[in-house]
Every structure is written in structure tokens, then in C-alpha cells.
């Protein structure tokens, strides 16, 4: 495994490159991946801190990998962002948690949302269901783990947060984070173009609706 200035890539097999960093934000990093289109490159995958890229075929993954090394160290003085404009989505602050997270984190039902409101927040990755996106850049003062008991059913369009991150269930299911908000907005659609709403490294805010 080959360390550039605090990130490691390593092969994967014969087609893949694995990316494994704490210092680059994983997320705004496969999102200029991806806007570079890189021939031999297939897909990009991400997780919380580690990054897979797929190549088409075995040859090219040297040639992939001396590509990324050259666009990781161009980042090495300068924070990585995505230019797009954030996605506003509108939030009704009517969750059933909301008085919980209110007296968890020693503050008022309305300070909760000011807080949830405050913050830019970034897709780091998606996961656990189609259109699912963790979002980064929640108030630290908002920090609360998972409910010990998951919830058997989550409505689609609850607004809730867990540990780091907020999120906006895509569809009804299961969850154990805490429920803050609700909202309309549609995050998965089979017929759109892209199917999610947020994909990786998309900036998304909050309105109060």
C-alpha cells in the first residue's frame, strides 16, 4: 500500500483501486473522480472512509491509479469541494424525537432547529437503502447515538439524525435514528435520471418549511 501525503491506495484485485483516507473527505473526493471521467474508470464507490474505484479491465488500472496519484497531490494545499449548488430541502420540524433530542442535548425544541438549519451539509456516502445519504456536517452539539431500539417502521420523507450525520429516509423502513422533521421532497424516483435525489459530495441545506 502506497502513502501520498496522508491518503493509501491500494490495488484490488486485477480491476480495482481501493482509496483509504482520514485526512481527505471521501465523498468530495469521488465526486472530482467522477467530473474528470477518467478513461478506464467505470464507477466509483464510497463508503465513510474509503473510496473504491472500478476499473474497465486489468490494463488499466496502473494507468488509473498514476492518474488519481497526480489529482490527489493537486489537492494537497487546497480543501476539496464541490462547485454545485447545494440541493434546499424543505423540512417540516414535526418528528416524534424532536422533544427527545431537545432534553438529550440540553437545549430547546426550537434551538435544535436553528442548529439543524445552521449547517451546509455534504453527502459523504449512501448506503442502507436506495437513495439513503449520510450527511455530514451535523452540529456537534447535535451528537446523539443510534436509539437502542430501532423503530420497525420509518414513513419515507422523515428527516432524522444519528451520531455525525442527518439523513431523509427515502422510503419507508426500518431506522433507529432520531426523528426530527419530516418532508415531500421525493429523495428516490426510478423514472429520474439519476435515481437519487443526493448523490456523493452533493452539498445539501435545510429550509424550514
Known amino acids: 500500500m502506497k502513502a501520498i501525503k496522508g491518503l493509501d491506495i491500494a490495488q484490488m484485485g486485477s480491476h480495482g483501486l481501493l482509496l483509504r483516507t482520514d485526512t481527505y473527505v471521501p465523498a468530495v ?16 464507490v464510497l463508503a465513510e472512509t474509503t473510496l473504491l474505484v472500478r476499473c474497465d479491465h486489468a490494463a488499466a488500472q496502473q494507468a488509473v491509479q498514476h492518474r488519481l496519484e497526480e489529482v490527489i497531490k493537486s489537492y494537497d494545499e487546497n480543501p ?6 447545494p440541493i434546499e430541502i424543505p423540512v417540516r420540524y414535526d418528528g416524534e424525537d424532536l422533544e427527545f433530542v431537545a432534553e438529550a442535548c440540553s437545549l430547546s425544541e426550537e434551538e435544535v432547529i436553528r442548529r ?22 451535523l452540529d456537534s452539539s447535535l451528537k446523539l447515538p443510534r436509539r437502542d ?39 428516490w ?21
Not at 118 to 130: D, L
Not at 198 to 207: A, K, M, T
Open 29 to 44: 473526493l469521488g465526486a472530482t473522480i467522477r467530473d474528470l471521467a477518467l478513461e478506464g474508470v467505470s464507477d466509483v
Open 80 to 85: 476539496l469541494r464541490v462547485d454545485r449548488e
Open 116 to 137: 439543524h438549519l445552521g449547517t451546509t451539509y455534504v453527502a459523504a456516502f449512501c448506503g442502507f437503502a436506495p437513495g439513503f445519504a449520510y450527511l455530514s456536517g
Open 149 to 187: 431500539t430501532p423503530r420497525t417502521r420509518v414513513p419515507a420523507g422523515t428527516v432524522a439524525i444519528a451520531a455525525t450525520y442527518s439523513a431523509v429516509y427515502p422510503q419507508e423502513s426500518p431506522g433507529g435514528w432520531h426523528l426530527i422533521g419530516s418532508t415531500s421532497t421525493e429523495l
Open 189 to 209: 424516483d426510478v423514472a429520474r435520471q439519476p435515481p437519487a435525489l443526493i448523490e456523493p459530495g452533493r452539498q445539501v441545506r435545510f429550509v424550514r418549511q
